[in-house]
């Protein structure tokens, strides 16, 4: 081998070691050869004169690409043992196996030259003392560096490439598959078919991800593995937001939903983070590409209603308090939100945001829920008087309909529990009885599997019988000819009010009325239409418990001269009462 004569018994005195990798584990699976020449320097090792017992392999870096030393365990102990002066060679197939970063592999090869330290390749031996093996080693990783560039970055555009198309393979959410074709079809699985599009359709009875989880209670939802495997768990508000989230589920392909970019970590680690891109900044965006289970209208509607709900940003979804406009008021004074407060039970807007934020304008104002919600509340009244009956009539049919999800959820269920306990019947009937150690295991999944039916059939059972029947529609007719006696009844709850508020109303702004006692009520309708409302304030307790000005002045005029109980007598007799 060129350069062997460098190697001194210095060399030969300490440890050889063979650095393996591969960057990914598709190489590891299928370049087998590359793999197997890389163990080979061992005996390139022993013949150029170390001892077996002081050649040592370090291969845990298999699979793991060279473009960075983070997360390179075997690379660190190399480095940390050059740094003890333990190591006498590193041998790689070629400089790239080391690092295919300039900055890692000028610090190894510093570390080597102040150790003594030699590099071996398949070409030869080089000594980092010698300033041409340092530049010819410097050089070969630079070539490196620019391979690895050209070819991510001819990747990537081939995949650019084909994702503008929409050819490009991305994984399916789940609720969706590939036919022979290879085209994206709905998922033939009846049971994750109607729990996605009962996901979506809780969410418009709802208004909020929490409304869906909730909808959701004592059911499982599908979640499809990348190998295909379908697995069933409780569903969660994460898993909420993925889906509402996911245009794949509208029939559109995207891609370009999520960057990821460089960083540095305080410990000065470098790591590669992800965030997502707004929807505008989407490379690729083919719409009704593949069937989804909802319209791409729907999905921007669900996009909007999300970011709405943002307690941070948006009007905020709405709550169980009694404050009506909770979330959709403003201050007119300096147009921020105003905050709900509750003293002793009794809500009340507060323009307390712009205060602590020094911004308080001369307009901002407090008002009491009771001055503003009255008046907001009839005139949502009066604008829904001629949609009375239209809309009882889909709140029952939302009601039937959503009673009928259950019980086909349950149906569906229930089906595949005897499914599966049919093929584990199938699996233990097969089986010869003479081999117990298979038969034991094939007898205990009947029984699991068997146990599982059992409840799917009493969960079947629960959700039939509480399947009640509605009024008949004649009934409901009669029920709601004024909105006005749902809108007040017992069983209406706060929420429903807010939500029905939020469905006609976009916000409301609170301005200065023309005396102190009254306000002004700004109410915008969705659908662009603006009017003004005048509200008397409701008296606070102290001006409530204040006496008449006639009763002061009839005080001030007998009481010098009258005691007590005849003044007492008099003031009954002119009506007055004790304030």
């Known amino acids: 081998m060129r350069g062997h004569t460098k190697i001194i018994a210095s060399h030969l005195s300490r440890r050889a070691l063979i650095y393996v990798r591969q960057s990914t584990l598709a190489q590891v699976r299928n370049n087998t050869e590359s793999t197997a020449r890389q163990y080979g320097l061992t005996g390139l090792a022993a013949r150029l004169g170390w001892a077996v017992a002081d050649i040592e392999v370090i291969d845990t870096d298999l699979g793991l690409s060279g473009q960075l030393a983070e997360g390179r365990a075997g690379f660190k102990e190399v480095v940390g043992r ?53 530049m010819l080693l410097g050089l070969k990783n630079q070539m490196a560096e620019a391979e690895l560039h050209i070819l991510a970055s001819r990747m990537d555009k081939a995949k650019r490439s084909a994702a503008a198309r929409g050819e490009l393979r991305l994984q399916l959410a789940t609720g969706f598959a590939r036919d022979d074709g290879g085209a994206i079809t709905i998922d033939p699985d009846q049971e994750v078919q109607a729990a996605i599009g009962d996901l979506f359709t809780a969410f418009t009875a709802t208004g909020s991800a929490y409304g869906v989880v ?72 083919l719409i009704g590409q593949h069937p989804g289970y909802i319209t791409w209208d729907q999905f921007l509607a669900n996009e909007a209603k999300l970011a709405a709900n943002n307690t941070n940003t948006g009007a905020r979804p709405v709550r ?19 905050n709900v407060h509750y003293v002793r039970g009794r809500p009340s807007y507060d ?15 407090s008002v009491t829920a009771a001055t503003v919600d009255p008046a907001v509340a009839s005139c949502l009244l009066a604008a829904l008087s001629g949609e009375e009956v239209e809309l009882a009539l ?28 049919g093929r584990a019947e199938r699996a233990l009937l097969a ?46 007719e009669a029920a709601v000819t ?11 709850t706060d929420r429903d009010r807010k939500r029905l508020l939020r469905t006609l109303i976009a916000d409301i702004t609170i301005l200065p009325g023309p005396g102190p006692a009254t306000v002004r009520i700004g109410v915008r309708w969705r659908s662009g239409a603006s009017e003004e409302l005048a509200a008397e304030r409701v008296s606070n307790i102290c001006a409530a418990r204040r006496s008449a000005p006639e009763v002061v002045e009839m005080v001030r005029r007998l009481g010098p001269a009258t005691d007590n109980a005849t003044l007492a007598q008099q003031l009954n007799a002119a009506g007055h009462r004790t304030g």
Request: charged share 25%; proline share 4%.
């Open 482 to 492: 004024t909105l006005g006696a749902l809108w007040s009844a017992a069983t209406t």
């Open 351 to 365: 323009c307390s945001r712009a205060r602590a934020d020094h911004a308080a304008a001369p307009g901002c104002r």
């Open 394 to 421: 889909a709140a029952a049919d939302e009601v039937t309909e959503r009673r009928a999800r259950k019980v086909r959820a349950a149906e569906l269920a229930a089906e595949r529990a005897r499914y599966q306990a």
């Open 82 to 134: 050059v740094c003890l002066g333990e190591v006498g060679a590193i041998f790689g197939l070629e400089v790239s196996r080391l690092a295919r970063s300039s900055a890692d592999l000028a610090k190894l090869l510093e570390l080597a030259r102040l150790t003594e330290t030699l590099v071996i390749d398949a070409d030869g031996v080089y000594d980092l003392a010698d300033i041409n093996d340092r």
């Open 214 to 285: 909730g909808a959701f209670a004592g059911r499982r939802f599908p979640r499809r593995s990348h190998t295909g495997e379908l697995t069933w768990a409780p569903l969660t508000y994460d898993r909420v937001l993925k889906v509402l989230s996911n245009p794949a589920y509208a029939g559109a392909y995207v891609f370009g939903r999520r960057r990821s970019r460089r960083m540095v970590t305080a410990d000065a680690r470098i790591t590669r983070r992800s965030s997502a891109v707004p929807r505008a900044e989407w490379e690729t965006t």
């Open 320 to 338: 169980e308090g009694a404050a009506l406009c909770q979330g959709i008021i403003h201050c007119g004074g300096c147009g921020k939100p105003m």
């Open 431 to 476: 089986c010869e009885p003479e081999n117990r150690l298979v038969a034991r295991t094939l007898e205990a999944r009947l029984e699991a599997k068997l146990q599982e039916l059992a409840e799917a059939k009493a969960a079947l059972t629960t959700a039939a019988a509480a399947k009640a029947p509605l009024p008949p529609r004649a009934e409901l």
